[in-house]
């Protein structure tokens, strides 16, 4: 550039001002009945469930996550976010109670996996029915490079969708079982964490490194598939 000449980050100043257009704060909650009629019973369900909506969107982090996927879409081109179901159980329902001490030793192992036989759907263990004592809904911020759809015109037309996910070996053995979780190479390190290769603090092998953990959620066959792809022909998890 030339004497005099002065740069101004106009990309900047216009996402800056496209945010607050597009987002400004967290949605209220409104929960009406479609035909307002004297239904007490009915009436008392939608307080309910405005009530229970206000609470979600104050405690799954909605501000925050939209805000994220608004300026994605700004940049970028595309911002995404999740609804997750989150249940947690906790005790054995009464049906469900082991009565054999190979049952107890099940038990003692959730998710555990028969090691004979090399057929995973046949292998596994369903697991025992649990009392369902909580459940929540939470909003989850997705990064725009981990997200990808089908070819299609429109949003009814993809037929499949996939997130990707970063996880330790304490993580995936937690989420696929000790077995599994023990199988799945880990094939992702964090840039800059080699700079240090070669010197006395050098961190042990695994202490940063994750596994690349693909979730496809496939509209034609009504499944959910888990996989990693840096572990050929090995599924982590169907349902």
């Given at each position: ?208 490194k994750k596994a690349i953990i693909h979730e ?24």
């Open positions: 550039a030339g004497a005099g000449v002065h740069r101004f980050n106009i990309l900047w100043s216009n996402v800056q001002t496209l945010i607050p257009t597009l987002y400004a704060k967290a949605p209220k909650p409104e929960v009406q009945r479609r035909f307002l009629d004297a239904d007490p019973a009915g009436r008392l369900a939608a307080i309910l469930l405005e009530r229970s909506l206000s609470y979600s969107v104050d405690t799954c982090e909605l501000d925050t996550s939209l805000r994220a996927a608004v300026q994605d879409r700004l940049l970028p081109g595309r911002g995404v976010c999740r609804v997750l179901y989150v249940p947690q159980f906790g005790n054995l329902l009464p049906d469900q109670e082991p009565e054999t001490e190979e049952a107890d030793e099940a038990e003692a192992a959730p998710g555990a996996v028969d090691n004979s036989g090399d057929d995973d759907d046949a292998a596994e263990q369903a697991e025992p029915l649990r009392e369902l004592t909580f459940e929540q809904v939470m909003v989850k911020y997705e990064y725009w490079e981990d997200y990808r759809e089908g070819p299609a015109r429109q949003w009814p037309e993809v037929p499949w969708v996939r997130y990707r996910s970063y996880m330790t070996r304490s993580e995936l053995i937690k989420r696929f079982g000790k077995k599994k979780g023990s199988k799945i190479n880990l094939d992702y390190t964090p840039s800059g964490i080699g700079d240090s290769a070669g010197t006395k603090d050098k961190p042990p092998p695994d202490l940063f496809v959620w496939d509209k034609s066959k009504k499944q959910v598939v888990w996989y990693a792809p840096g572990t050929p022909d090995f599924i982590a998890d169907k349902q």
